[in-house]
């Protein structure tokens, strides 16, 4: 069904639906279901110190013989290192997020890497295109996690517009009709992070996957952006402190000092209450969890039925 697809073409994969490489959660045992069922799989580096990397990316490889990747955070105090172990272990994939790659590109092209930085802007899409990135994750708001400002609908087609280099569309996706619709706006593949939350091989604790399956419409709220890194997260007691906190004018040192160790404690620990439970607007769209493979499955074997959907408007 995709043998012209150019990111399948040019990262190996089966099909055009990337996994988000979610801190705490995008772990060896997500990230090799997602590419042993054809999508690409990407351990998330987050904070992780460089030997916890390297554990990951070789239990990956034990249990996949397939494509992926390992997303970086160039905010990491480890990155360095981190990047030192990702062109050791000479992976094939490396997206970034919350900076700038450039110094990096050159070592990464060497081992033959891929280069998939994600942006959140037209400016920062083009500046990474010449700084020699393979391709570009156009990352809307309606994510979970770190976020940018502007909505995937309205980023992804300005992005596809301005630079020379696929795009692949995150921000909302968890169905046939999101990758359909991330096709018509110009976007080669979709990222989905949220949808992989409730799968059986993500390793988030129970009850964050059973608060993500009550979530409606309305039920993620944005904090942090008095400290410029805005992030969504289901509401609960955590970010209602947050919020009250911001609103009160709190210093940066206070409010970073609630957050700390909170995405941990929800991820693992299941304290939905008083930890920090990311995940993207789409939600409340999500009401089961399956493995992986029928995730990808059933987004693909839905596809022709969307465009069919979409095509009937047109009668």
């Known amino acids: 069904m995709f043998e012209n697809n150019v990111i399948c073409n040019l990262l190996g994969i089966k099909y055009p639906i990337f996994q988000g490489g979610m801190a705490w959660i995008g772990t060896a045992e997500l990230a090799s279901a997602v590419s042993n069922a054809g999508g690409l799989g990407i351990i998330g580096a987050g904070h992780m110190p460089p030997d916890a ?180 997260v289901l509401a609960n007691k955590l970010s209602r402190k947050y919020e009250e906190l911001e609103a009160a004018g709190a210093s940066a040192e206070e409010l970073e000092a609630l957050g700390v160790g909170s995405l941990h404690r929800a991820t693992h620990e299941g304290d939905v209450d008083n930890g920090s439970v990311m995940i993207g607007q789409i939600s409340g769209m999500l009401n089961d969890i399956k493995p992986v493979k029928q995730i990808i499955e059933d987004i693909v074997n839905g596809l022709p039925d969307a465009f069919k959907a979409s095509e009937a408007n047109f009668r």
């Open 53 to 232: 990397l390297r554990n990951e990316i070789r239990k990956t490889k034990e249990r996949t013989d397939k494509p992926f990747g390992v997303n970086v955070m160039l905010m990491s105090p480890f990155v360095k290192e981190v990047m030192e172990v990702v062109i050791d272990e000479k992976i094939p994939v490396v997206t970034t997020g919350a900076g700038n790659p450039g110094e990096y590109v050159p070592a990464l092209k060497e081992i033959g890497s891929k280069v998939i930085p994600v942006v959140a802007s037209v400016a920062l899409a083009k500046r990474l295109v010449r700084v020699g990135a393979d391709a570009l994750i156009a990352e809307g708001t309606e994510s979970g996690g770190h976020i940018g400002e502007i909505t995937t609908m309205a980023l992804v087609p300005q992005v596809v517009d301005a630079v020379d280099v696929p795009v692949i569309a995150a921000g909302g996706f968890a169905d046939s009709r999101g990758l359909a619709a991330a096709f018509a706006l110009g976007a080669h593949a979709v990222q989905m992070g949220s949808r992989f939350v409730v799968s059986e091989e993500c390793i988030a604790h129970d009850n964050y996957k059973q608060f993500v399956l009550k979530a409606k419409d309305r039920s993620t709220v944005v904090t942090g952006k008095s400290l410029g890194h805005p992030a969504r």
